[in-house]
């Protein structure tokens, strides 16, 4: 069974650019939810999107928003870079169970 | 703030030994908890689960311990190895929360041979 995907692997902006990072889920996963790494804060919850529908929403501003597809493929959007927006974004998904949530290798964004 | 708590940054063990990584919480809603092993430039790994209606989950050299009342669990690995070596996480959500993880800061263990 394929593993979750993320695409792209790395990514440079420039401050005041947006950005659209992408998320395949493991088959049969229904669930998807971002997260971002930074080296300050660790790992935190952007937001999970179930069924095509944002479930959860993690305490990020505005500018940070996601989607999810009829397919269970989800997208984040970020407009407005700033440079403290330099992250790894981390995607899951999940099975159902007890919530469990297998990851993606991550998005590397750097913002200059 | 940090409701998920990972007071050691950092752990050195012998290969063979015993490795026990530690996690605080205070949020008493939390239900299930999870820990992760992360390799740099990988995503986390799942490694062991365990909820709130339970004390101890076993799986093979990994065992959770969750103390409710004290609001602490533990992540047992034994013996050590050193393929082991990594950042582990604790996670842990409230029920019915979907997905939505709340992570310590994470502990580095170095395991030696």
């Known amino acids: 069974k394929a593993g979750v995907t993320q695409t792209p692997r790395y990514l440079i902006k420039t401050r005041g650019q947006q950005v659209t990072l992408s998320c395949s889920p493991i088959?049969?996963?229904?669930?998807v939810s971002w997260y971002q790494q930074t080296p300050g804060q660790g790992l935190q919850f952007l937001f999970e999107y179930f069924s095509e529908t944002q479930r959860n929403k993690g305490n990020f501003p505005g500018r940070f928003s996601g989607r999810q597809f009829s397919n269970s493929r989800s997208e984040m959007n970020v407009s407005t870079l700033e440079l403290g927006d330099s992250a790894l974004y981390l995607c899951?998904?999940?099975?159902?169970?007890?919530?469990?949530?297998?990851f993606g290798p991550g998005t590397r964004l750097t913002v200059l | 703030d940090q409701q998920v708590k990972q007071n050691s940054p950092s752990l050195s063990v012998q290969e063979g030994r015993i490795s026990i990584l530690n996690c605080d919480y205070t949020?008493?809603?939390?239900?299930?908890f999870l820990w992760y092993k992360k390799y740099p430039a990988e995503g986390p790994t799942f490694l062991i689960s365990?909820?709130?209606?339970?004390d101890k989950n076993e799986d093979g050299r990994f065992t959770v311990f969750l103390n409710k009342s004290a609001k602490h669990l533990s992540l047992h690995i034994v013996p050590s190895q050193p393929g082991d070596s990594a950042v582990y996480f604790c996670?842990?959500?409230?029920?019915?929360?979907?997905?939505?993880?709340?992570f310590g800061k994470g502990t580095s263990l170095l395991v030696t041979p």
């Open positions: 899951a998904s999940g099975t159902g169970y007890l919530n469990e949530q297998f």
């Open positions: 088959s049969g996963h229904r669930s």
């Open positions: 365990i909820s709130s209606i339970k």
């Open positions: 996670a842990a959500s409230p029920a019915n929360s979907g997905y939505a993880l709340n």
């Open positions: 949020n008493s809603m939390f239900d299930y």
